[in-house]
């Protein structure tokens, strides 16, 4: 079984539509979960991150985590077609020091205007 | 400046040559890495730097050969490359060290994007 698992879609939404992205994983020290946004052709870029349960919230996005479900979303509210890439979730345990990123395989998102 | 720099955008190489990647950021981070991505793949660590030391090598071939010369810059010197390491390689930086936050976000550059022929 991999560490993190994602679903790879496509996932094709109209735009305005609600979006659902998620991971699961199996590493209990995993404390720390983010979702990076990567356009075509270009580096990830940081989006959200999340510190243990809980949820957060940034303008559209809001990041979901359920350590006890071992379960992580992001969801896209008034989807854009601007929004259209490719999303993965990254997760890491809490060792001060440690820089390793387990990264799911990224959900790629089109936004269909 | 909140930006990680990485030369050439693109390059094309035979298994016979030598090439080098360049990567740079003015951040003050003191923690650097090389990352490949394959298509439709999530980037794969290579090698983290801290402090201008090797601290990972996640088990690479000898024909990839990083090099940190100072703290902004980050060097990944390749030779004898095979086509199936085609792909796009990713340079990420983060504060590092101890007294970084525990969490220590990973800013990447837009990539090179490497052919083998």
């Known amino acids: 079984q991999k560490e993190v698992e994602q679903d790879p879609g496509p996932l094709s939404v109209p735009e305005g539509a609600i979006v659902s992205l998620n991971c699961t994983y199996s590493?209990?020290?995993?404390?720390?979960f983010m979702w990076y946004r990567q356009y075509s052709r270009k580096g990830p870029e940081l989006l959200m991150y999340?510190?243990?349960?809980g949820n957060k919230e940034d303008g559209r996005f809001t990041a979901q985590v359920d350590k006890s479900s071992k379960y992580i979303s992001l969801f896209i509210r008034d989807s854009q077609p601007s929004d259209s890439a490719t999303y993965l979730c990254?997760?890491?345990?809490?060792?001060?020091?440690?820089?390793?990123?387990?990264f799911g395989k990224g959900t790629k998102l089109s936004v269909i205007p | 400046d909140t930006e990680v720099t990485q030369t050439p955008k693109h390059l094309v190489m035979g298994m016979t040559n030598k090439k080098s990647l360049k990567c740079e950021q003015h951040?003050?981070?003191?923690?650097m890495y090389w990352y490949k991505q394959k298509a439709k793949k999530p980037p794969e660590l290579m090698f983290v730097?801290?402090?201008?030391?090797?601290?990972i090598n996640e088990s690479v071939p000898s024909r990839f050969s990083p090099e940190c010369p100072n703290s902004s810059l980050l060097n990944l010197h390749l030779h004898a490359l095979q086509p199936e390491d085609s792909a796009l390689y990713l340079c990420?930086?983060?504060?590092?060290?101890?007294?970084?936050?525990?969490?220590?976000?990973?800013?990447f550059g837009p990539g090179t994007r490497l052919t083998v022929l």
């Open positions: 990420a930086s983060s504060q590092g060290g101890r007294r970084s936050a525990p969490w220590d976000e990973q800013f």
């Open positions: 590493n209990s020290a995993f404390q720390y």
């Open positions: 999340t510190y243990s349960s």
């Open positions: 990254a997760m890491k345990d809490s060792g001060a020091g440690s820089y390793q990123l387990t």
């Open positions: 951040m003050g981070h003191r923690a």
């Open positions: 730097y801290s402090y201008e030391k090797l601290s």
